[in-house]
């Protein structure tokens, strides 16, 4: 006998796990995106690449809303799950 199988909710502690990891990998990727575009916007300024600083500087405050967007949501879930 198995000591708590019937505790054990399987499919709900794999859906957590996928779950996680994509939200962590997508969340991770949005930073660095995030990060890499304010850095290229600053050097393509400098560069006087006022179209390429532009768009550099648009993708990283995307990223930016994409990461406020996914803690908002993470929070409003957790926070739901009472």
Same mark, same amino acid.
């Given at each position: 006998? !198995? ?11 794999? $859906? ?18 995030? !990060? ?7 050097? $393509?300024?400098? $560069? ?35």
């Amino acid at each position: 006998m !198995i000591l708590g199988t019937s505790a054990i909710d399987v499919h709900g502690l794999l $859906e957590v796990a996928w779950v996680s990891l994509v939200a962590g990998v997508l969340l991770m990727t949005a930073v660095s995106l995030s !990060i890499a575009g304010a850095a290229r916007s600053a050097a $393509e300024r400098r $560069e006087g690449h006022g179209t390429a600083a532009t768009l550099y500087a648009a993708l990283s405050l995307l990223a930016a809303v994409i990461v406020a967007g996914g803690v908002v949501l993470g929070v409003s879930v957790m926070l739901s799950k009472g």
